[in-house]
Every structure is written in structure tokens, then in C-alpha cells.
């Protein structure tokens, strides 16, 4: 009979309230969003070092003086130019895609460790920390919206970075190749 009720009462879980739920589901929403700043941080890692191996291996190329794109026909030289200036602004969106962000402008909350900077004293932080005591769903609501913006943010620059670079090989390869048909070589 003991095990029985012992087994009973083990069994009732105390039903979580409305801002339990939501505190547990923010926190999942935070893991998830980390998650994909790391995914992000790789895919834009992985093309950022492509992008640096192909501009490095033509800067070569051009280096060694075996050809250059001023040997270009007229008609299609801004074409290769193009191509260029799309891959120097695909470095741009995947640098500015790994770069470091801190979120937002600073509220009047210590939501994370970069609000943490603020505070010119311990005493001053050690203040603010005890007036947002009991506000964790603000806490991580503010934490959430933060790092869903570092997320989106990133995942533009990649894709702005993933056409820019389409763009560029489309337009240097189309260069050259018109190139040797309009001298019919």
C-alpha cells in the first residue's frame, strides 16, 4: 500500500505554469538560435575560404604574368571587371558574415554579457543584477531577439555572398570565353 501511494505521488507532476512554459520554451529558442550561428559561422567559413583560395590562385596567375585581363577584346573586358568587383563584394559579405556581433543597442536590462560592460562598478552591476531578479523571461526574451537577429543577419550576408559569387564566375568565365570566340581562337 506504501509503494502504492509512494508510486501515486511520484507519478503527479506539478502542472507549470504559463511563464514556466514560456521561460522553457525561450531557452529552447536560444539553444536553437546558437545553433545556428555556429551552422552559419561554418557555411560562411567554408565559402569565405574558397572565395580566398580562387582570388589567390588567379592573383597568381595574373602575377606570373602569362595573361592578363587588359588583354581582354573591348567588348567584353567590363564583363570581367564585373567579376571582380562581384567577388570583392562577396569577400565583403562573408567577412562581415563571420565578424563578430554583439546584438543590439544596449537596453536598461543585463540580458547577457554584453550588457555586462556597461556597468562602471561591481556595484553598479551588482544593482542592476538584483533589480532584474525574477525576470528571467524578459531576460531571455531580450537574449532570443538578439542572437534571432545575429542569425538572420548572417544568413543574408552568406546568401548575398553565395549570388555575388555565382555572379562572379559566371561573369569572369563569360568573359574569357567570349573572349576567344570574338578572336576565333
Known amino acids: ?3 502504492q501511494l509512494s508510486r501515486a505521488l511520484g507519478a503527479h507532476r506539478p502542472v507549470a505554469s504559463p511563464e514556466e512554459e514560456a521561460v522553457a520554451y525561450a531557452k529552447r529558442l536560444l539553444s536553437d538560435a546558437r545553433d545556428e550561428i555556429s551552422k552559419a ?17 588567379v592573383a597568381g596567375g595574373l602575377a606570373a604574368g602569362g595573361w ?6 573591348d567588348t567584353v573586358e567590363w564583363l570581367w571587371w564585373a567579376g ?11 567577412a562581415g ?13 543585463v540580458e547577457y554579457f554584453g550588457d555586462v560592460v556597461r556597468y562602471e562598478s561591481g556595484d ?3 544593482a542592476a543584477l538584483l533589480a532584474a531578479r525574477g525576470h528571467e523571461l524578459r531576460r531571455l526574451s531580450g537574449q532570443v531577439r538578439r ?12 546568401r548575398w555572398g ?20 570574338i578572336r576565333g581562337v
Do not use: H, N
Request: hydrophobic share 60%; net charge positive.
Open 1 to 3: 500500500m506504501l509503494r
Open 41 to 57: 559561422d561554418g557555411k560562411a567559413q567554408v565559402l569565405l575560404g574558397i572565395v580566398g583560395i580562387a582570388i589567390g590562385a
Open 124 to 126: 553598479a552591476l551588482a
Open 97 to 109: 558574415a563571420v565578424y563578430p556581433r554583439l546584438g543590439g543597442p544596449p537596453g536598461d536590462a
Open 68 to 73: 592578363s585581363p587588359f588583354e581582354l577584346s
Open 162 to 181: 553565395f549570388w555575388l559569387l555565382s555572379g562572379a564566375i559566371l561573369s569572369t568565365m563569360t568573359a574569357v570565353a567570349l573572349d576567344l570566340l
Open 84 to 94: 571582380v568587383a562581384m567577388a570583392l563584394a562577396t569577400l565583403a559579405c562573408l
Open 147 to 158: 542572437v534571432g537577429q545575429i542569425v538572420s543577419r548572417k544568413y543574408l550576408l552568406i
